[in-house]
């Protein structure tokens, strides 16, 4: 069983940065495709972005191209989205979520996810 914790959320002004960072434990961390997603409050959960087991690959919804950039740490099962020129629109609870996928890529589908961290939120302000 995988275990995923997230951590670095918190209160920034619009314009600022954070990084989020997601730890595993309990798998094969090197071949899981891990991705973000978020939710904001009375929204369903969207894709943020995602790479692939080695990081060679990465892929991002449109809305956050150019200022979110996802990195990973295979030595230290780690996963990392450094978020930059936030907006208040970035407001949402972020999740990492692991994808123990056959190919060496980036999935969009949560569906495609077989564990899901808890959660941290993220709040932008104006």
């Known amino acids: 069983q995988v275990q995923l914790v997230e951590s670095g959320g918190g209160l920034v002004q619009a314009g600022g940065s954070l990084r989020l960072s997601c730890t595993a434990s309990?798998?094969?961390?090197?071949?899981?495709?891990m991705g973000w997603f978020r939710q904001a409050p009375g929204k369903e959960r969207e894709f943020v972005g995602s790479?692939?087991?080695?990081?060679?690959?990465?892929d991002y919804v449109d809305s956050v191209k150019g200022r979110f950039t996802i990195s990973r740490d295979n030595a230290k099962n780690t996963v990392y989205l450094q978020m930059n020129s936030l907006k208040p629109e970035d407001t949402a609870v972020y999740y990492c979520?692991?994808?123990?996928?056959?190919?060496?890529?980036?999935?969009?589908?949560?569906?495609?996810?077989?564990?899901w961290g808890q959660g941290t939120q993220v709040t932008v302000s104006s």
């Open positions: 790479s692939s087991w080695t990081g060679s690959s990465t």
């Open positions: 979520a692991a994808s123990s996928s056959a190919w060496n890529t980036w999935r969009r589908r949560a569906a495609e996810y077989d564990y």
């Open positions: 309990g798998g094969a961390f090197s071949r899981y495709t």
